[in-house]
């Protein structure tokens, strides 16, 4: 994201005086909430869907996680990074590769 | 995100082969899932939470994001922006100034 | 479910004093994290998944509606109905066999 | 449920020929889409809520559970009371009275 979409989605916040709904769990309820509005664009088919509808409700689910990063003061690339390197030693390549298994159970 | 970061996830994809589970249905059921290991941080309390583990959880959303988007080939600040471009109309500032309401009851 | 079940799930919440953690708000995070392990049981397949592991999610999924039915002092008969007879009305044999559209696009 | 309730979901289903659409995978996914739309009643307010609309939600919640014992031709109680008796060994009554805690932390 850049730096001016993040901007327009913190003013959108602060504009409407929204930052008082915002408390962690809120957001945590409405990445869920909202996560789940994409997953109804496959409620009854993996192949079919209404791209446009999914573009819509995947950036809900970015913006809500933009929120949370923002309330709890944290860098979305470093924990993004901070995972990445969690799941490159669960996952070694030559165990993992071309299996969805849990790294438990490779 | 930073480019960096962008091609860190695409690379841990690439080299496990696990791009032929990443249809647009199994992310979608991907976000929702981990979006509730989220929700889980704060299942008993809305203050009480180990922020270490909402940093994890937070992550995960937004790398199963990050994949959806690559997979249908999206640019994440476009879908935001188109996002927001809808909803600053949709709750314009004088309406819904300090108001949790759904647009359609402001 | 039998009056015998329902009254070991409310045994089980009075002997540990649970009752104090089951706000209906609580409840309904437990609902969608359940649901969501549920889920999980089908992340990377739709056909293939562990029968044992469906079953203890699906009862928790369950179990915390029967808890949150409980704690709104509801009557689980009486709140299905009502929701079946809606569902009747909006989807028309006519209109909605073999159909899997929702209601407003039938 | 009294067998009443549980034959009138059957018969809206088998009327509308959905079977065809319940796949556990499906109803999977429509567990958790319903129950974060009875999440939603409590997305910004934890005490303020619509009890008419949290019926509703949590009736649909119920019956998709029911939808899926049926496709899998499982028992609700029998489910429900092997988890119970999971639960109620993984939370003896002197350790976890009074305590939110999960069974590996108490």
Not at 3 to 10: A, M, P
Not at 14 to 40: C, G, M, T, V, Y
Not at 76 to 104: C, F, H, L, Q, R
């Given at each position: ?48 869907y209404d791209i446009s509808?999914v573009r ?51």
């Amino acid at each position: 994201m850049t730096q001016e979409t993040i901007d327009r989605i913190r003013r959108f916040t602060e504009d409407r005086d929204w930052d008082q709904f915002h408390s962690p769990a809120n957001l945590a309820k409405s990445i869920s909430i909202e996560a789940n509005e994409l997953l109804e664009c496959f409620q009854w088919s993996d192949t079919e869907y209404d791209i446009s509808h999914v573009r819509e409700e995947l950036a809900y689910v970015l913006v809500y996680c933009r929120n949370m990063l923002d309330r709890l003061v944290l860098d979305g690339d470093e924990v993004v990074n901070a995972k990445m390197a969690m799941n490159e030693s669960k996952y070694p390549v030559d165990k993992a590769k071309g299996k969805s298994n849990k790294y438990d159970s490779l």
